[in-house]
């Protein structure tokens, strides 16, 4: 009986610890597949991140060329502009092939003088203007020998000089008959090669706004500053004149019995200019002018004062 209940117990307790054991295997197997499991989703999820971010970096390369490192910033480093409130604004694509078709279409062209290449160079405008003087001799007036003017203004006829009398064309029109408008002119103290350091044009103020009664237009200061060229051709050249003064001025005659060959009489010239002064006065602080320079004076009278005159005056750009 003993033996038997000895065995008895001894093979329950065989049995349990077998079991026991058997489940503890199984709870750690269990375990480690479980662990594994994760394992495994975590790495998975790890490099969909990994790649996520990749193709987003490489997109982002892609649009600004460069990725950007710490300390990188703004428009500067990457083409990035920042919106008007603070914001990041639409990458913008450089604008080099742009400037360069602007230079190219500004740069001087072939075939022009050096002197008209240095002024488009400095940024003076060249008007696209053609004038046949072997036509207009012929056909209009044999006296034309110049062509005065001024952009978007009425100021754009022929320059005349009568060889024997200088006041005829003041009376005169191009086709020899007598009345007004007249004709732009000078007098024969000047040459007609603008060579003179002093060259005079007249021109009747008509009341229709034709002649030179766009002169009186200088007299406002806006204006004064939009229109700052003058025109000059001739068979042989194109003179630029940059407007520095226009005002009032008395009657006398400037030319008559003067040498502005003479420094000092064209100081004194310049000097009474620069004592000028009236609310119709308006003067180009940055126009250079000396007793050495070429100045064109255009000359024309004032309606209500008979005694004096309204001058608009440039110097010569293009000097050889």
Partial sequence: MKGKNTKKKSNFGEGNGGKDRRNNEQIKKKHSLMWRGLAAVFLAVTLIGLATV???????????????????????????????DGSAGEIEEPAYEEEAAVEEETEPEEGLPEDLKALMEMGVPLPEKEVDFEDLQENVNRDIYAWIYIPDTKIDYPVLQHPVDNQYYLNYNLDDSYGYPGCIYTERYNRKDF??????????????????????????????????????????????????????????????????????????????????????????????????????????????????????????????
């Fill in 195 to 320: 060579s003179d350091p002093l060259t005079v044009l007249y021109g009747h103020n008509m009341k229709n706004g034709t002649m030179f009664a766009g002169l009186h237009n200088y007299e406002d200061s806006v204006y004064f500053q939009e229109h700052p060229y003058v025109y000059i051709y001739t068979p042989d050249r194109l003179y630029v004149y940059r407007i520095f003064i226009s005002h009032e001025y008395g009657n006398e005659h400037l030319l008559y019995n003067r040498d502005y060959t003479a420094k000092e009489e064209m100081e004194r010239f310049l000097g009474k200019i620069a004592e000028v002064r009236g609310m119709n006065c308006n003067r180009a602080e940055d126009a250079k002018v000396s007793s050495d320079s070429h100045i064109l004076v255009l000359s024309t009278c004032m309606a209500d004062k008979p005694d004096r005159r309204y001058l608009v005056q440039g110097v010569l750009l293009n000097e050889e």
């Fill in 54 to 84: 990749g193709v987003k970096f490489a997109g982002r390369q892609s649009k600004d060329g460069a990725a950007l490192t710490e300390g990188q910033g703004g428009t500067e480093d990457t083409g990035i502009s920042g919106g008007a």
